[in-house]
T-cell receptor
Framework: DTAVSQTPKYLVTQMGNDKSIKCEQN?????MYWYKQDSKKFLKIMFS???????INETVPNRFSPKSPDKAHLNLHINSLELGDSAVYFC??????????????FGPGTRLTVT | GQSLEQPSEVTAVEGAIVQINCTYQ??????LSWYQQHDGGAPTFLSY????GLEETGRFSSFLSRSDSYGYLLLQELQMKDSASYFC??????????????FGQGTTLQVKP
């Protein structure tokens, strides 16, 4: 039983292309996140949705657009891909926005390589 | 804003005990969390401390001293499978109603035979 799943796991594409990453959680959580992890393993929040409402929108190029069709799904669309977008993108979820423990469940990640 | 500092790398031998430190700077504090991430894997939640003291979960323990803005993760009876990156994390109180976590840069633990 996969708690948080992402597709695809690997994505290799050329500069200028548009791509999407999909995420689904079957935990019944209200809140979902997108993180970017760079080559130095720095993990940074990009976006968060709570019950389909965007609540965190970090300083991210507007080529990145999240979309949450329902509270179990959160997708990430990236336009005009650049070399610097190469990273691992993680989807995560938490029971509620203010889970006091900070416990978030992460998906397996999508390794994006832009050539 | 919030900031966290961790050592970048720690090396230890199998069976030993290792401590991974984390110091933080926050304008307020709601607790310190720890995550483990194996190479090629996803971060997984390990522990959370809101109050001072030691919390033990099997071979792993986590400690917090709020007065020192300091915490650590203690791994005992190290096993090869403990080789991973370990991240501490705190809430960003500038957006306290959003659940935003700020992660440290991670400590890579290498366990040697």
């Amino acid at each position: 039983d996969t708690a948080v799943s992402q597709t695809p796991k690997y994505l290799v594409t050329q500069m200028g292309n548009d791509k999407s990453i999909k995420c689904e959680q079957n935990l019944g959580h209200d809140t979902m996140y997108w993180y970017k992890q760079d080559s130095k393993k720095f993990l940074k929040i990009m976006f968060s949705y709570n019950n389909k409402e965007l609540i965190i929108n970090e300083t991210v190029p507007n080529r990145f657009s999240p979309k949450s069709p329902d509270k179990a799904h959160l997708n990430l669309h990236i336009n005009s891909l650049e070399l610097g977008d190469s990273a691992v993108y993680f989807c995560a979820s938490s029971q509620e926005v203010w889970d006091p423990t900070g416990e978030q469940y992460f998906g397996p990640g999508t390794r994006l390589t832009v050539t | 804003g919030q900031s966290l500092e961790q050592p970048s790398e720690v090396t230890a031998v199998e069976g030993a005990i290792v401590q991974i430190n984390c110091t933080y700077q926050t304008s307020g504090f709601y607790g310190l969390s720890w995550y483990q991430q194996h190479d090629g894997g996803a971060p997984t939640f390990l522990s959370y401390n809101a109050l001072d003291g030691l919390e033990e979960t099997g071979r792993f323990s986590s400690f917090l001293s709020r007065s020192d803005s300091y915490g650590y993760l203690l791994l005992q009876e190290l096993q090869m499978k403990d080789s991973a990156s370990y991240f501490c994390a705190v809430r960003d109180l500038g957006s306290s109603n959003t659940g935003k976590l700020i992660f440290g840069q991670g400590t890579t633990l290498q366990v040697k035979p």
